[in-house]
């Protein structure tokens, strides 16, 4: 496979499985499909949580991806500003969403915004406080690891300030790093486990002199452990979740286990699904998804830019 496939899968199997968890979001796993059932368009008989959106439709992680993207290949470095601006931009105007259609923001980054909206400094309107710890950093970091082309430090350290504008958590900063590691360590030929194993190495060894880090990595997030996974939206069930669900062995299967989870199932699967999606490529995609997924109008120019800036460094 060739990396050209591997991101194109990335930055499709993210928005896919966004928008295939899309109208399940909230639902426990009892109230949800049976498992053969949960696909893009719900069965008959099940009420959608969004009555008004279509099948095919990401939701504010996808966006918040594409801003991210947009913002990385427009500056050729993580700039927060840039970035929280088009945040701002998708929030009040609908930039980066299907048919300029905004319906699910995050407590956290709305709290965010609002506050960077109305004069307070960006490095402050964050809450860092140890119940702050949404998945709503995690869930659109993955381009971040696509277009990164410095060190591993750097991209830990990129990876922490993307998470601040809006999640200034420690934990939430440490579980965006570990999943770009994650990303790297894939597209570097790992598999899905040893992928995850590199990651972890990597950051016990960056945080050999940084202490707080590494109780959040070894208390909190407990990398080698299982964990629970409940498809809820706290920040380490959400990377455990994915996690669990990137134990299939097909892309679909991977988004079907997310969403069967239920709760927060626009994000699990589609912080698995941009993993399953580098892993198994773009070709692994159901083409019946693909086709169903609304905006790619959007993401082709993105890509495209993308597929280039690697290309450029290899």
């Known amino acids: 496979m060739s990396r050209q496939d591997q991101i194109k899968g990335a930055i499709y199997g993210l928005l896919i499985g966004d928008a295939v968890g899309v109208p399940y979001e909230f639902n426990l796993p009892e109230q949800l499909p049976v498992y053969d059932q949960i696909d893009m368009i719900t069965p008959n008989g099940f009420v959608k949580t969004y009555p008004n959106i279509v099948f095919g439709t990401w939701s504010d992680d996808g966006a918040q991806v594409l801003c991210l993207l947009d913002s990385l290949l427009y500056k050729n470095k993580f700039d927060a500003e840039d970035f929280m601006n088009r945040i701002c931009n998708w929030y009040q105007h609908g930039y980066m969403a299907v048919d300029y259609q905004v319906f699910d923001v995050g407590i956290q980054t709305r709290e965010s915004i609002g506050k960077y909206l109305q004069g307070v400094p960006l490095g402050k309107v964050a809450k860092n ?17 696509l277009w990164h082309q410095g060190t591993d430090e750097e991209l830990i350290q990129d990876a922490y300030a993307q998470s601040h504008i809006t999640h200034a958590h420690l ?9 770009c590691l994650w990303v790297r360590s894939i597209l570097n030929g790992l598999n899905i486990n040893t992928g995850w194993e590199k990651a972890v190495a990597i950051l016990r060894e960056y945080y050999q002199d940084k202490p707080e880090d590494s109780e959040q990595l070894e208390l909190y997030i407990q990398p080698d452990e ?11 069930d959400c990377l455990k979740s994915a996690k669990f669900a990137l134990q299939q062995s097909t892309y679909q ?5 997310a969403i069967s989870l239920g709760r927060d199932t ?5 912080v698995a699904g941009g993993i399953a999606g580098l892993y198994y490529g773009s070709e692994a995609i159901p083409k ?27």
Request: hydrophobic letters at 40%; charged letters at 20%.
């Open 226 to 236: 299982e964990g629970v996974h409940t498809g809820s939206g706290y920040v380490v």
């Open 266 to 270: 626009d994000t699990t699967a589609c």
């Open 253 to 257: 299967d991977v988004v079907k286990t």
């Open 288 to 314: 019946v998804w693909a086709e169903q997924l609304s905006g790619k109008a959007l993401v082709e120019p993105l890509l495209n830019k993308l597929l280039k800036h690697v290309s450029s460094s290899i």
């Open 129 to 145: 406080d140890e119940l702050s710890n949404g998945n709503g950093a995690l869930m659109r970091v993955l381009p971040l690891a």
């Open 171 to 179: 934990r939430s900063k440490v579980c965006c790093a570990l999943y």
